[in-house]
């Protein structure tokens, strides 16, 4: 098998020369993707905000705050974007005991556990990531996790991803991201580190 087989194949062999793992949260190791769309809606119709599905899939990987401060500067509200981000987590936290792994992504880390180093580097607050992976049995896997109340810029700044390889020990060029969204990917580039885009192992969703 080719040694940039990894990038599209999600079981091919990852080069030795990778010695760091680093995988988004949601919607790249839980899907999350649905319960979050929800709880922006019910969230964002309180406070007299839109923002469609398309939309929300474009904003993936973006710190949640700043999504509302983008929504409300668009559409001429003045709202407390913190306070707006606040109550969209507590919603989505109340949903995240329906969480399920996606397979394809979390199986590729249970296999290099011990052989590379594992991050997790993800737009949400770290409080809420580990939830998710605590929901789904892997908060203890990881080395490194990182959420956006960790660095001062979200994606699509490489912060997150340089500094999760930083915590694990690893240079970036040693690095491989796995993502769902483009600003993530983006970010990855911006880091110097390889990206997976995991979309297509598991889109649309069936037999997970």
């Not at 079981?11 to 979050?36: E, S």
């Not at 949400?124 to 203890?140: C, H, K, T």
């Not at 990881?142 to 020990?169: N, Q, R, S, T, W």
């Amino acid at each position: 098998m080719l040694d940039m087989d990894f990038l599209t194949v999600h079981d091919a062999p990852i080069p030795a020369r990778i010695k760091g793992l680093i995988f988004d949260c949601d919607g790249t190791l839980v899907d999350t993707m649905p319960l979050h769309f929800r709880a922006w809606m019910q969230t964002l119709e309180r406070h007299g905000l839109k923002m469609s599905e398309q939309r929300f899939y474009e904003f993936a990987g973006m710190p949640t705050a700043r999504i509302v401060e983008i929504l409300s500067k668009e559409q001429g509200m003045k709202v407390s974007a913190e306070e707006i981000a606040h109550e969209k987590e507590m919603v989505y936290v109340a949903s995240i005991p329906g969480a399920q792994r996606i397979r394809q992504v979390v199986d590729i880390a249970l296999r290099e556990k011990g052989k590379r180093k594992l991050g997790v580097a993800s737009g949400g607050w770290q409080r809420v990531v580990r939830e998710s992976l605590r929901v789904i049995q892997l908060e203890e896997l990881f080395d490194a996790i990182v959420g956006a109340d960790d660095v001062v810029h979200g994606k699509p700044a490489p912060d997150m991803f340089l500094k999760a390889a930083e915590l694990m020990g690893v240079k970036p060029q040693e690095c491989v991201v796995y993502e769902d969204g483009e600003l993530g990917m983006q970010a990855a580039k911006a880091a110097g580190m390889l990206w997976v885009d995991v979309r297509p192992w598991y889109l649309p969703r069936k037999g997970m």
